[in-house]
């Protein structure tokens, strides 16, 4: 239980154009995904925290022009980087969050990640 | 510096010896988390201990906290070549909730040799 699929896994396109990424999560219901950055052999910056049917709360330094995020119902997020440059190329990661009976702790489940080229 | 450091950066061992790495942290936390990634892959969960514990495990793995020392260390035993990875921790404030979003570390990344 709890997976999380990205879509696609991987995606090359040209500098100007845009690209929508979805975080789906497949066997449960989550009401809270996250959206990460990851640059080679570096850490994951949380970029954004998506709350289903309400706005997105994004990091500091992030645009929330260029990178929209979208959660239209409890199992999928999407990311779409509008008018990509090369500095976008990155590997980006959604997470989704368990909400469990009972309280607690909620956990976090990630995705397999999707590469982003921009040439 | 930004919160959850993990060191060493890079460890080498061979198949079969303990590998230990150790991660610091700055903030009071709610919990710690450690993660596992595959090259090119997602996150996968390894474990969680709360700053109320001080040592869980779970098969091989063995982890402690120290929430006066701010650290924590991740203990795989009798290592294996397909431990091979990077490895994170990740923390979640306590000023924020038990449910609050993760920082994560630098990451280590570990090779077993077999």
């Known amino acids: 239980g709890a997976v999380v699929s990205q879509h696609p896994s991987w995606v090359i396109c040209k500098s100007g154009t845009s690209v929508k990424i979805e975080c789906r999560s497949l066997?449960?219901?989550?009401?809270?995904m996250f959206w990460y950055r990851q640059f080679p052999k570096q850490s994951l910056m949380l970029m954004a925290t998506s709350n289903e049917g309400s706005k997105a709360t994004y990091e500091q330094g992030v645009e929330k022009d260029k990178f929209l995020i979208n959660h239209a119902s409890l199992t999928l997020s999407t990311l779409t980087v509008t008018s990509a440059h090369p500095e976008d190329s990155s590997f980006y990661i959604c997470s989704a969050r368990v909400t469990r009976a009972g309280g607690g702790i909620n956990e976090q489940y990630f995705g397999p990640g999707t590469r982003l080229t921009v040439t | 510096s930004q919160q959850g450091e993990e060191d060493p950066q890079a460890l080498s061992i061979q198949e079969g010896e303990n590998a230990t790495m150790n991660c610091s942290y700055k903030t009071s936390i709610n919990n710690l988390q450690w993660y596992r990634q595959n090259s090119g892959r997602g996150l996968v969960h390894l474990i969680l201990?709360?700053?109320?514990?001080r040592e869980k495990h779970s098969g091989r793995l063995r982890v402690t906290l120290d929430t006066s020392k701010k650290s924590s260390s991740l203990l795989i035993t009798a290592s294996r070549a397909a431990d091979t990875a990077s490895y994170f921790c990740?923390?979640?404030?306590?000023?924020?909730?038990?449910?609050?979003?993760?920082?994560f570390g630098k990451g280590i990344t570990l090779s077993v040799r077999p």
């Open positions: 990740a923390t979640a404030r306590l000023d924020t909730g038990a449910n609050s979003k993760l920082t």
């Open positions: 066997d449960f219901q989550a009401t809270t």
């Open positions: 201990i709360r700053s109320n514990e």
